[in-house]
């Protein structure tokens, strides 16, 4: 009973927890027989369909040991299974033996090829199959073993090449003087960055080996510097264009470097430090060098190193430039000045700026060198307020909203920006570096109307702190911008949107510049027409208030219909004195900073706001309300929002009610020890407590029930029929129905349940509903089977007893006999009151177990074996096809009874008789059969002991057998 689980095809290294082999094969018949063959040595799973098999790996392929598999299945067959297993990379863990009867060289060799272990062909022997069995797990640890060996080794020779890079990288260093600590720099810069992309873009699939291997590679970017001249390398002055191109030839000459490196063995490093070394100075529009590289063609890895490189180039010392503050270095990077970069590896540079610039302070040049402190925390120190992939987004829809228009991203605390999209070079002035503060003034003393500026400048001062101080969302004023095509002063509309980051003390926001045809195209069309809302009473009587605030963070009330007072008895002057028109205040306190983040949030993906939340009535009562807001535009470029408000009171308290009605449901469900369940067939999901998860471990199914369930659960196989008869019963219309079964726990191990259903009915009579209560009846079930074992079997060989043996006969015999024979066999110990006499009943009784456990190997699951007398069994074949299986059968029996005396040096060696009779040529009856393989055995005895004999008409019957019939 289980959901689809994303596997996990990571290789086991718990090999002593492999205990478990899974049974594959669609007759049950099968399954019994190799059941019988390693139910002693290992736990069992059983699946009859190959999609119950893949079910079963998914949740144990840690604990299982090896699959037995049969090729020719419904559902899914066996070549199907292997190769779902090949995709998982289970094959390595779990490997796979073939049990079939298909003999064709075809079929053999496209197993092989799937990836089985081993192909045993049916009919087998036991011993044979337990043996190959036990084979392939050996060889299946051994190679896991060394496999782990081998990545010891691969460990050990990485640290041994880590040590060879660190030379290398010294080298580099003291070559050019004032890098000091670049290096290392580079390092903790490329692996903070590629944790930050990890975490944003896992497509990319950057696991934590991969990010190790490339920050130790970044150490190699400059390798190539070796072959450059030290007076290129350490001019203090600008580079003419001929040393510039001495210069580029770094990269190219530190890949030839490394190419000649290839004896160090790890090839993946050398490939990435190959990439990080030719590609790290390619740009994203492709302008960079040595092989003009453009877009996603730049592997990530030097995308990154590049990123690093430059930030680290620019707030360093160089014997060329003094280093210059990181905020600046950011705004270089983030606008271009640097080259272009991936957009959205600029989003995630903007999430660790903060640390760069730690780093870059407490590893400075000069400073005594230490070992980074850089682990996967370090993203707790970053000063992201939400992903990279969200950021993006909400970009992307402002700029969606604002089609060609020029988007600035601006953090006012710290005067970083981004200027995401330029619409065209009249914005050029906004990328002039440094803060954005000084940026924004030249673009206005530049580019915006002589008589416009100082309403422009007033971003940087009031403009931009009452729009922060009093939580405005949106905010627009209209000034002139100068087109350079046309050469005239063009109309534009400056919108400045809040970037919601949770934290009050964030100053965030997106600025949008959106071009006009005139300055009157600022004022919204039907905005007045949109206020007289208003004054239209039937709108009033439906919606009960209709209200606009400003979009600030108390959202101050401009204008209302006077519905507020027929909803909570507020006239609209003591809502001016007794709230100051602040509509926050009026909402219940419990609700004000949910009502402020969720309106936020969904005005950054549309115009329109839904919500539920309370309201404090004059009277003291609290009504909850149901709000449609629109977001319009003003004629003085404020944004407002128009609220309709509806009284939900009446259908809240319905949902209360059912919710404590629920509430109750689920705490009687949690505090009861069985596992609740409740089936609504018309949909076909199951709901469960919480109860089954701790119980087994897993998620049963919840969707598809009826059908899944049939072949994808995790019941024993043997059981499914059963569960799913049940199932059908109740749909049909059964109140009440109950059965015991297996089902599978986390551990791998059946478990023995009790299901307790009922059904519900709806108004027309129709079964709508089955309510259900699984309990674990494990311990139970396993006590009430020992004390039954104890009951059927004979205390001495654990063989059945002859009350017991006769019952499962005569079940047997009452079905009639198709094809082939039955065989009743009677076998004797020879002279086994002398062995008692001679050596004491201590050694007589070791002699009988001795014969009991050569019968039990010898014999199959499905025969009926059992001790009737002193020195006495009874041997039944439930199916045989000719009598002369038989007579090879009791042949065997002998010879390993006598082999077992040999070999344990007894000094008795005992012998048996045997007698045999047939169904359906000797009778068809429980006694007359017995009777006459005890006369056959007779027989044997008259012939001289230690043989076997038929029955057949010629034998005299005894007088008295000895047993009753």
Not at 40 to 68: C, F, P, S, T, W
Not at 125 to 146: G, H, M, T, W, Y
Request: with cysteine; proline share 3%.
């Amino acid at each position: 009973m289980l959901e689809d689980i994303n596997p996990y095809p990571v290789k086991d290294r718990e090999l002593r927890g492999r205990d478990t082999i899974l049974i594959v094969d669609d007759i049950e018949v099968n399954r019994i027989i190799l059941q019988s063959i390693f139910e002693k040595d290992y736990n069992l799973l059983e699946a009859e369909n190959g999609d119950q098999a893949m079910v079963l790996l998914k949740q144990y392929h840690r604990n299982i040991a090896a699959v037995l598999l049969d090729l020719v299945m419904p559902q899914k067959d066996g070549y199907q299974v292997l190769a779902e297993m090949n995709d998982m990379h289970l094959l390595p863990e779990c490997p796979v033996i073939i049990i079939t009867s298909e003999d064709s060289p075809d079929n053999t060799v496209k197993a092989f090829d799937l990836g089985a272990s081993d192909i045993v062909m049916k009919p087998f022997d036991p011993v044979i199959v337990k043996r190959r069995v036990e084979n392939s797990i050996a060889l299946s640890r051994n190679q896991q073993n060394l496999q782990e060996r081998i990545d010891e080794q691969a460990a050990r020779l990485m640290e041994s090449n880590a040590v060879m890079i660190d030379a290398l990288s010294a080298i580099i260093e003291y070559r050019s003087v004032e890098t000091g600590q670049h290096i290392q720099r580079i390092r903790m810069f490329t692996r903070i960055l590629l944790e930050e992309i990890s975490g944003n873009f896992p497509e990319l699939g950057l696991d934590r080996r991969q990010i190790d291997i490339i920050s130790s590679a970044s150490s190699m970017h400059d390798i190539g510097k070796i072959a450059i001249p030290d007076t290129i390398l350490n001019k203090p002055g600008r580079l003419t264009e001929e040393e510039f191109e001495i210069m580029k030839g770094h990269t190219t000459k530190g890949c030839e470097m490394l190419v000649n490196l290839d004896r160090m063995g790890d090839r993946e490093y050398l490939q990435y430090a190959y990439n990080i070394c030719r590609y790290h100075h390619e740009r994203w529009d492709g302008r960079g060098y040595p092989d003009g590289l453009r877009g996603d063609n730049i592997p990530v890895c030097a995308q990154v190193v590049g990123i690093a490189d430059c930030y680290d180039a620019l707030t360093s010392d160089r014997v060329y430039k003094k280093a210059i503050p990181p905020a600046q270095a950011i705004n270089m990077i983030l606008n271009g000045e640097c080259g272009t970069f991936s957009p959205w590896l600029l989003e995630c540079f903007k999430n660790v700026k903060v640390i760069f610039s730690k780093l870059s302070d407490e590893y400075r040049d000069g400073q005594i060198q230490k070992q980074p402190a850089i682990n996967s925390d370090i993203r707790l120190c970053m000063d992201g307020d939400r992903d990279s992939r969200q950021m993006g987004q909400q970009k992307y829809l402002t700029l969606l909203k604002y089609v060609d228009s020029t988007v600035v991203e601006v953090d006012f605390n710290t005067g970083v920006y981004h200027v995401v999209y330029l619409s065209n070079h009249d914005f050029d002035g906004l990328k002039s570096g440094g803060s954005f503060k000084d940026a924004f003034y030249h673009f206005v003393e530049t580019s915006v109307h002589p008589e416009d500026r100082e309403m422009a400048r007033a971003l940087m001062g009031a403009y931009m702190k009452d729009f922060m101080k009093e939580g405005f969302n949106k905010r627009s004023r209209n000034y002139r911008i100068y087109n350079q095509v046309e050469q005239v002063y063009r109309w534009c509309r400056a919108t400045m949107l809040r970037i919601n980051t949770g934290n009050p003390y964030q100053k965030r926001a997106l600025i949008i510049w959106e071009e006009l045809e005139a300055e009157e195209d600022a004022v919204p069309a039907g905005s007045t027409m949109q206020m007289r809302m208003f004054n239209d009473a039937v709108l009033s009587h439906m919606v009960g208030c209709v209200q606009a605030c400003l979009n600030d963070k108390e959202f101050t009330i401009v204008e209302t219909n006077g519905g507020m007072r027929k909803m909570l008895g507020y006239s609209d002057g003591e809502i001016k004195t007794r709230f100051d028109n602040r509509y926050l205040n009026m909402i219940y306190p419990a609700d004000r900073s949910r009502i402020m983040e969720e309106t936020g949030r969904q005005l950054e993906s549309g115009n329109s706001v839904e919500l539920e939340y309370r309201l404090t009535a004059k009277d003291g009562r609290i009504i909850w309300v149901l709000e449609r807001c629109q977001s319009i535009t003003g004629k003085n470029n404020m944004e407002y929002l128009v609220f309709a408000l509806m009284d939900i009171t009446a259908s809240k308290k319905d949902q209360e009610e059912l919710r404590l009605s629920l509430e109750r449901h689920k705490i009687i469900m949690e505090q009861a020890e069985d596992a609740l369940f409740e089936w609504d067939i018309e949909k076909d999901t199951v709901t469960h407590s919480a109860n089954f998860e701790k119980k087994f471990g897993y998620t049963p199914i919840s969707n598809n029930f009826s059908k899944r369930i049939r072949f994808v659960s995790h019941i024993h196989p043997a059981d499914v029929p059963d569960f799913t008869e049940m199932l059908d019963s109740l749909m049909k219309g059964t109140i009440y129905r109950e059965i015991e079964f297996r089902l599978s726990d986390a551990a791998g191990r059946y478990r023995w349940c009790r299901l307790r259903a009922s059904s519900q009915f709806d108004a027309a009579g129709r079964v709508s509903r089955v309510i259900g209560m699984l309990a674990d009846v494990d311990e139970q079930k396993r006590a009430e089977e020992a004390l039954q074992y104890q009951a059927e079997r004979d205390e001495l060989t654990q063989l059945y007893n002859r009350r017991t043996a006769r019952r499962l006969i005569e079940a047997i015999l009452e079905e009639p006999c198709v094809q082939g024979y039955r065989a009743l066999m009677v076998l004797d110990v020879d002279d086994f009151k002398k062995i008692n006499d001679s050596n004491g009943h201590m050694f007589g009784d070791s002699v009988l177990k001795a014969v009991a456990d050569i019968l039990t190997r010898q014999f199959r699951s499905e025969d009926v074996l059992a001790r009737i007398g002193g020195d006495e069994f009874l041997l039944f074949m439930s199916h045989v096809p000719d009598v002369k299986t038989v007579e090879t059968r009791m042949a065997m029996v002998l010879d390993s009874i006598q082999d077992m005396c040999l070999k344990q040096g007894m000094v008795i060696h005992p012998s048996c008789s045997i007698g045999a009779a047939f169904q359906p040529i000797d009778g068809n009856d429980f006694n007359t059969l017995f009777q006459r393989a005890d006369a056959a055995m007779y027989g044997a005895k008259g012939k001289g002991k230690s043989c076997f004999q038929m029955y057949d008409a010629s034998i005299r019957m005894p007088s008295d057998l000895g047993i009753e019939a």
